[in-house]
């Protein structure tokens, strides 16, 4: 069974950063894509960034352009979110998600992000 172990998160006062980290139990490179998404009380589960090893490509949603970076270290075998200038309004569980080439689907258990003063 694949597992996703995401860390990284906590309570971060706005315009300030944090990093989450994905570490999957079998290497990036079995899945076609990793990403992010989160979750904020009473909305429903938004994407946030992807990176998608065969093209080496990045997505990111409108709302965290040019704040967050979506990044793999292979060494490490570790999917990164890396969040500068972060808002109030990103506030919300984030989970790392990993999709292979023939559509497995597998989600971390989610980390909370907090920005608050």
């Known amino acids: 069974q694949v597992q996703l172990v995401e860390s990284g998160g906590g309570l971060v006062q706005p315009g300030g950063s944090l990093r989450l980290s994905c570490a999957p139990s079998v290497t990036i490179f079995s899945f076609y894509t990793m990403g992010w998404y989160r979750q904020a009380p009473g909305k429903q589960r938004e994407l946030v960034a992807t990176?998608?090893?065969?093209?080496?490509?990045?997505y990111y949603a409108d709302s965290v352009k040019g704040r967050f970076t979506i990044s793999r270290d292979a060494a490490k075998n570790t999917v990164y979110l890396q969040m500068n200038s972060l808002k109030p309004e990103d506030t919300a569980v984030y989970y790392c998600?990993?999709?292979?080439?023939?559509?497995?689907?597998?989600w971390g258990q989610g980390t909370q992000v907090t920005v608050s003063s």
């Open positions: 998600n990993a999709q292979q080439l023939l559509g497995n689907l597998y």
């Open positions: 990176i998608t090893f065969s093209t080496n490509s990045n």
